[in-house]
């Protein structure tokens, strides 16, 4: 049925084109009827020619690309092929009528209109190919009879000449027909897996929101995207990669067979999968989610490619079609945002989409774009919280990101570092964060705010980026001298950094070269084992505030503050306990000589001014 696709709209236009044609023709018949004294057989057929004409018009007038399914699209076709046979047909019983009368030269007008008709069969309906010849035959023979009644030579040699005439005009219309075919199949297919492609699927999708707003039932969409599919392209060549495509289309459009769903690819690695309907919207809701569970398994089995043992895991977003103002391409967007989720929650899953999610998705896409101008706009600051010893003196600080925008108001660092780190907008902001503190170090050096150490904190994904190390360095020796630079400690977090210890390492060893040291922050709330605590030259540890607020809870049986300490001290690093925020957890601490201490209980982060105010006034009062 789908093969029809755009094909309906071909045979809608030509209705009023054969229409014209033949009130047209039929017009001068009557004329002909006048000139040759015959009143009633023309005028009878004329009327006849005018119900016909006004049937095609009724089914010009039915049809609707906008409306009707591809299913009640076919039932119109039915008809309007009816139509089409019939409106042919009344020609051949002119024909017959013509070349009984004795006037020879109405058989030549006979026999001409019937060639006529046979050409404009073959080349209007060359999308009707059973119909075209049905039709050719139909008014080629009753000509080709004719002649061979006349018993003549001339006669015999012209009937010969019809029937290769009808045999020409087949050739044709079956090339242009073959022609269309293959050049339909390719616009609406993909060469590789032989499935649907995007455009396909569109229109697919059209058709299903048509059927959702006739029948009110409801249909699931799947958007499967391959995990890291680009790794196998990109480390086992294009040639793998393409017969693993294969195998994985082939894999879902069985799946998709059993149950009569659709599955097309849209391109690239990622393929959309139409269900069957349902009658309710919750048992739709329930086999998207089981159905997508079943393709993503069956996609996870092992291949064996050119003896390669491959696996491949993908990422599949769920969007419903539920109402029928919905277009294609907002199903597919939807689709799109809730594969998206599944990707960013770690990939190798299902996502089911929904409004919170779009509104989430909304919110992240918005800050990502703000945030490309923040620093240009003067938008970024940074805040800067004490760090106390245990005699209560301000030994350091760290600095910590604000960026308040006019639009979106104060966002949190925890909100948009990471939107910052996935879009790679990290590596500037990160430089400027650097810059911005070192000026801030020196700044208070000259002050007279002398501090023991001042932490900044450093994304992985800085520093693993190549220019990091030759930009921390050029920075140091732009605003700092040796002996500030040893002041600085950059925090890096745990959880992000098991990727590649060796090159982690190296970088850490190159910053060190220009005194810097590096702090663990979140300690406790990552993977990290402990060889790995010892293998990477780290000088200090941050006890995640986590687990600095269980202090308050005498009932806890593991106290892992006391758990973290001794690794330090076993492992000669300092620690810093964070989140500090009652007078309890201060005097734990104390007790346990945690070496220094940073949270509320001491001071919020402060903005420049106010941090050098609370350092001035807290060295007044100690002294
Ligand atoms: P973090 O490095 O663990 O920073 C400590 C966070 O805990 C800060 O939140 C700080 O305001 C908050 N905090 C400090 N004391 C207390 C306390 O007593 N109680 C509670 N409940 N919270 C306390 P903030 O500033 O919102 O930063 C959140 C996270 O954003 C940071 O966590 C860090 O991972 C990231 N971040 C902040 N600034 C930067 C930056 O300049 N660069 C990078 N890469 N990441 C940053
Ligand atoms: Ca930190
Ligand atoms: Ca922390």
Known sequence: MLSNINFYNFMHRQILVLIALFISTATSYILIGIAYSSYIIEPLWYLFVLMLSYWGYKLYREYSDYILTLQEKEIWLKKLR???????????????IYVMRDNIELHYLAIFTQLGVSVVATTILV?????????????????????????????????????????????????????????????????????????????????????????????????????????????????????????????????????????????GDEFCLLSDTYKDKVSCLKRAQSFAQELLDSVKQTYIIDAQHLYISASIGVSIIDNPKITATTLIKEADIAMYEA?????DGVILFSNEL???????????????????????????????????EIIG???????????????????????????????????????ESFKTLSEWDKKGINLEQFSINISMRQMFCNTFVDDA????????????????????????AAEDVSKLIEIMNKIKSCGVRFSMDDFGTGYSSLSYLRQIPIYELKIDKSFISELDNPNKEINMVKIILNIAKNLGLKVVAEGVETKTQQDFLIDEKCDILQGFYFSKPLSKDKFEEFFLKSKISSS
């Open 82 to 96: 009816y139509f089409i046979f019939s409106y042919f047909s009344s020609w051949t019983i002119m024909f017959v």
């Open 127 to 267: 999308s009707e190919k059973k119909l075209a010849i049905f039709i050719l035959a139909s008014s080629m023979l009753p000509v080709t009879i004719y002649l061979l009644f006349i018993g003549k030579l001339y006669a015999y040699v012209i009937a010969i000449l019809t029937i290769v005439l009808a045999w020409v005009l087949l050739y044709g219309a079956r090339n242009t027909y073959a022609y269309l075919q293959r050049n339909k199949f390719e616009a609406y297919h993909d060469y590789l897996t032989k499935l649907g492609n995007r455009r396909y699927f569109v229109e697919l999708l059209k058709d299903a929101i048509k059927k959702q707003r006739n029948s009110g039932e409801f249909m699931f969409l799947l958007l499967i995207d391959l995990d890291h599919f680009k790794t196998i392209n990109d480390t086992l060549g294009h040639d793998i990669g393409d017969k693993l495509l294969r195998e994985v289309a082939y894999r879902m459009k069985t799946l998709a067979k059993l149950n009569h769903s659709n599955i097309s690819r849209l391109g």
């Open 343 to 347: 990707k960013s929650k770690g990939r």
């Open 358 to 392: 779009s509104i989430r998705v909304e919110r992240k896409l918005e800050i990502e774009r703000l945030l490309r101008f923040a620093i240009q706009k003067g938008e970024i600051t940074l805040n800067y919280q004490p760090q106390v010893n245990l005699k209560d």
């Open 397 to 435: 600080c760290e600095a910590l990101v604000r960026w308040n925008n006019e639009q979106l108001k104060n966002v949190g660092p925890d909100e948009f570092i990471p939107i910052a780190e996935q879009s790679g907008i990290i590596i500037e902001l990160g430089k400027y964060i650097l810059e």
């Open 473 to 496: 360095k050029e920075l140091c020796n732009r605003y700092l001298s040796p002996a500030l630079s040893s002041k600085l400690i950059f925090e890096m977090t745990e959880t992000s």
